[in-house]
């Protein structure tokens, strides 16, 4: 696992990043560099988590990464979650077409008063939209990747919208 970022734009509740409680990691990002000499240091790692703290489609260099870790036969997964809310089309496109295996994206909310109380700074619309891009680009490239996971959680404030969040 290594940290893609631990800087995120939201600002949830319960989030150590949204407190400031980074601890060891820091503020900051993965440069497509360090990426590039851990690979060559560990050529016998095939899969790498980027997700962890911080909202990974933040670091600028992350296109870079995707490319390079395809490129060298690594599977690249966001399994810990993603807040997908601030993504380009370029960058839909590059984790179609470079095979990024697995996000969780995180959407609390059915609607979008309700997510933004946890997601504060967050846009359900604008989730919804980049997934139903990526779903487009999938068709498109005739890829299974990247599987997309919803991740909800569960609180007293949003509770009573899982049944719509689900359908």
């Known amino acids: 696992s290594l940290e893609a970022s631990s800087i995120c734009q939201l600002k949830c509740p319960e989030c150590s990043q949204a407190k400031g409680n980074v601890g060891i990691i820091g503020k900051g990002y993965l440069r497509f ?7 060559e240091k560990h050529p016998h790692f095939k899969k790498i988590e980027l997700s962890n703290y911080g909202e990974i489609f933040l670091n600028p ?54 997510y933004a109380i946890y997601r504060k700074g967050g846009h359900l619309l604008a989730v919804l ?13 005739h890829s299974i990747y ?17 049944p719509l969040a689900r359908k």
């Open 61 to 114: 260099e992350l296109k870079d990464i995707i490319r390079y870790a395809h490129d060298a036969g690594i599977k690249l997964t966001a399994r810990n979650g993603v807040n997908f809310n601030t993504v380009d089309d370029e960058m839909l496109e590059i984790l179609v077409k470079y095979q990024f295996q697995k996000i969780s994206v995180s959407i609390d909310g059915a609607t979008p008063d309700t």
């Open 129 to 141: 939209e980049n997934i139903r891009k990526i779903n487009t680009l999938k068709q498109h490239y």
């Open 146 to 162: 990247p599987a997309l996971d919803w991740q909800f959680i569960l609180f007293v404030h949003n509770e009573q919208e899982l």
């Open 33 to 39: 560099h360090d990426f590039k000499t851990f690979v």
